[in-house]
Antibody
Framework: EVQLVESGGGLVKPGGSLRLSCAAS????????MSWVRQAPGKGLEWVGR??????????DYAAPVKGRFTISRDDSKNTLYLQMNSLKTEDTAVYYC??????????????WGQGTLVTVSS | DIQMTQSPSTLSASVGDRVTITCRAS??????LAWYQQKPGKAPKLLIY???SLESGVPSRFSGSGSGTEFTLTISSLQPDDFATYYC????????FGGGTKVEIK
C-alpha cells in the first residue's frame, strides 16, 4: 500500500524558515516524480513545485510565488522528500501535501497524496 | 500560466441526480486534464486523468470528457458519498487547478 506521511509543519514568524519532510513507502520512491501541493485555509489547491526522478534528471520546477524561496530535494536512500521553505510570508500559510506525479500510470496527474501538514506563518 | 475556470462554483443536487461540472482552460491543453474529489479535512483523491480515463477503483458513475479548452466531469447518479468539492487540474504545462465546485445536498 502506498503511504506518504508529511511532517515538520508548525507555527513560524514571517521571514522565518521551515523544512517539511514526506516519508514514502509502498512503492519504488526513486522512480517517482514527486510534487508538493498546498491549500490555504478555505481556499483551493495550488501546485508548489516538483522534483523529477534521478533517471529523468532529478531536476526541480517551482511555481512563481515560491521560486527563489522554496527548495525541493529528495533522499532516495531514505525514501524521503523535502521542502525547505525560507523567507516565509503570511500568504504561505496552508496545508502542504506531498504527492506522486503519474506513478500509477496516470500520465502526470497527482495520483497518491499524503494527509498534509499545516504551516502557519504569523507574528 | 494556464488559467483553469470551473463552473458552477456551487451546485445543489439530490441523490440520484445527474451532475455535470465544467472546466475551461485559457489555452489548449489537449487532453492533459485531471479531476479530483476532496472531502473536508481530507487530501484530494484522483478520479479522472487524461480527460476521460477513470482511475483504478473509482466508481463508473464518474466520467470525464472534452479536449482542447472545454472539459466536463459527469456523475451519472449522485450518491451520498459524492457530496464533496471537485477540482480540475491541467498538466499541459506547470500544473494549475480550477477554483473548485462544491456539490451540496439540495
Amino acid at each position: 500500500e502506498v503511504q506518504l506521511v508529511e511532517s515538520g509543519g508548525g507555527l513560524v514568524k514571517p521571514g522565518g524558515s521551515l523544512r517539511l519532510s514526506c516519508a514514502a513507502s509502498g512503492f519504488t520512491f526513486s522512480n517517482a516524480w514527486m510534487s508538493w501541493v498546498r491549500q490555504a485555509p478555505g481556499k483551493g489547491l495550488e501546485w508548489v513545485g516538483r522534483i523529477k526522478s534521478k533517471t529523468d534528471g532529478g531536476t526541480t520546477d517551482y511555481a512563481a510565488p515560491v521560486k527563489g524561496r522554496f527548495t525541493i530535494s529528495r533522499d532516495d536512500s531514505k525514501n524521503t522528500l523535502y521542502l525547505q521553505m525560507n523567507s516565509l510570508k503570511t500568504e504561505d500559510t496552508a496545508v502542504y501535501y506531498c504527492t506522486t506525479e503519474g506513478y500509477s500510470g496516470s500520465s502526470h496527474s497527482f495520483d497518491y497524496w499524503g494527509q498534509g501538514t499545516l504551516v502557519t506563518v504569523s507574528s | 500560466d494556464i488559467q483553469m475556470t470551473q463552473s458552477p462554483s456551487t451546485l445543489s443536487a439530490s441523490v440520484g441526480d445527474r451532475v455535470t461540472i465544467t472546466c475551461r482552460a485559457s489555452q489548449s491543453i489537449s487532453s492533459w486534464l485531471a479531476w479530483y474529489q476532496q472531502k473536508p479535512g481530507k487530501a484530494p483523491k484522483l478520479l479522472i486523468y487524461k480527460a476521460s480515463s477513470l482511475e483504478s477503483g473509482v466508481p463508473s458513475r464518474f466520467s470525464g470528457s472534452g479536449s482542447g479548452t472545454e472539459f466536463t466531469l459527469t456523475i451519472s447518479s449522485l450518491q451520498p458519498d459524492d457530496f464533496a468539492t471537485y477540482y480540475c487540474q491541467q498538466y499541459n504545462s506547470y500544473p494549475t487547478f480550477g477554483g473548485g465546485t462544491k456539490v451540496e445536498i439540495k
